[in-house]
């Protein structure tokens, strides 16, 4: 049984450029949530996507995106990089959109902003 | 705002020797709790949770956590560290009334001398 996934583990960008994160949930699974680790601190909610659409948004800008899929997988668009995005950016899987259920996370990206 | 407060930044302790990581959230009627574990180049692992019940409540890896509501607090404790216990340690609260979003703390290193 397959975990979290997350894909490309690592990535490099410039300032003003745009990135896509991606994320398939654990086997069984249907809420994705997104979340962004900077370095040093512990991981901050940008949003959650159950049903295919955004359900809960933390506060983050609208730069950053999502979308999930009818097969539950999700992508994180950020646009218009800056160098304060630098960050491991962690995708968790559960079930059932609202509620207290255990949250299964991936290894996460690391993206760089120069 | 609830809020998840982790006063140690990093705490070192020799191998054998008995751990206690601290949290405290601020005031919620119904705290929803969780510790993960983070080591380098991973996503987050889920040791433990409290959601109602008994207090004391046992995780894997032989950690356990007490929830304390007079204090605002769930600690996590472990009676005798081995080594590959280096890691981060972050506490976490899940905000009821919404999708499942999760207020972690700034997270414990944890360094274990030999």
């Known amino acids: 049984d397959a975990g979290v996934t997350q894909s490309p583990t690592h990535l490099i960008k410039t300032r003003g450029q745009q990135v896509t994160l991606r994320c398939s949930p654990k086997s069984g699974h249907d809420t994705v949530s997104w979340y962004q680790q900077a370095l040093g601190q512990g991981p901050q909610f940008i949003f959650q996507?159950?049903?295919?659409?955004?359900?809960q948004r933390g506060n983050f800008p609208d730069r950053f995106s999502g979308h999930q899929f009818p097969n539950y997988s999700s992508e994180l668009n950020v646009n218009a990089l800056l160098l304060g995005d630098s960050a491991l950016y962690l995708c968790a899987s559960s079930l059932g959109g609202g509620g207290a259920g255990e949250q299964f996370f991936g290894p996460g990206t690391r993206l760089t902003v120069l | 705002a609830q809020s998840v407060t982790q006063p140690d930044i990093h705490i070192t302790v020799s191998e054998g020797a008995s751990l206690e990581l601290r949290c405290n959230y601020s005031?919620?009627?119904?705290?929803?709790l969780f510790w993960y574990v983070q080591s380098p180049g991973q996503g987050l692992q889920l040791l433990l949770k409290y959601f109602s019940g008994d207090t004391l409540v046992q995780g894997i890896k032989g950690f356990e956590a007490e929830f304390k509501r007079s204090q605002s607090s769930f600690n996590l404790r472990k009676p005798s560290v081995h080594w590959s216990d280096a890691a981060e340690y972050f506490c976490?609260?899940?905000?009821?009334?919404?999708?499942?979003?999760?207020?972690f703390g700034s997270g414990t290193r944890l360094s274990i001398r030999p």
């Open positions: 005031y919620g009627a119904t705290p929803y």
């Open positions: 996507y159950y049903e295919e659409e955004e359900r």
């Open positions: 976490a609260d899940f905000l009821t009334g919404s999708a499942s979003k999760i207020i």
